[in-house]
């Protein structure tokens, strides 16, 4: 699994972005997908995170302002943003986690994940 991720860039507040992950390396197997975050001097959070049946989780601090999706053959991640805050700033991470199912839970949010993107900046001025 490589995962690379695009899409992050400077928005003012209230402005709108959409990241994209892209799995370059073709497989069979199901992946439960997460999109998580690092501000400088704050420890990685999990944003949000969808299971190959399409069951998505968020963060309450997401909650109706992102949403995640991914395309139909599963090679590609979104996250789309909305009504960004400030506090959205900081480098998203695209992640996989190979399963049996594919499935995503609650706790998958804390983000032990086997596959992890390089990241790409999201900055939010005021």
């Known amino acids: 699994v490589h995962l690379v991720e695009s899409g992050g860039g400077s928005v003012q507040a209230g402005g709108s972005l959409r990241l994209s992950c892209v799995n370059s390396?073709?497989?069979?197997?199901?992946?439960?997908m997460g999109w998580f975050r690092q501000a400088p001097g704050k420890e990685r959070e999990g944003v949000a995170v969808?299971?190959?049946?399409?069951?998505?989780r968020y963060a309450d601090s997401v909650k109706g302002r992102f949403t995640i999706s991914q395309d139909n053959a599963k090679t590609t991640l979104y996250l789309q943003m909305i009504s960004l805050k400030p506090e959205d700033t900081a480098m998203y991470y695209c992640?996989?986690?190979?399963?049996?199912?594919?499935?995503?839970?609650?706790?998958?949010?804390?983000?032990?994940?086997?596959?992890w993107g390089q990241g790409t900046q999201v900055t939010v001025s005021s």
């Open positions: 992640a996989a986690d190979a399963r049996l199912t594919g499935n995503c839970y609650e706790a998958d949010l804390r983000g032990d994940f086997g596959y």
């Open positions: 390396e073709y497989t069979h197997r199901r992946y439960c």
């Open positions: 969808i299971g190959a049946d399409g069951r998505a």
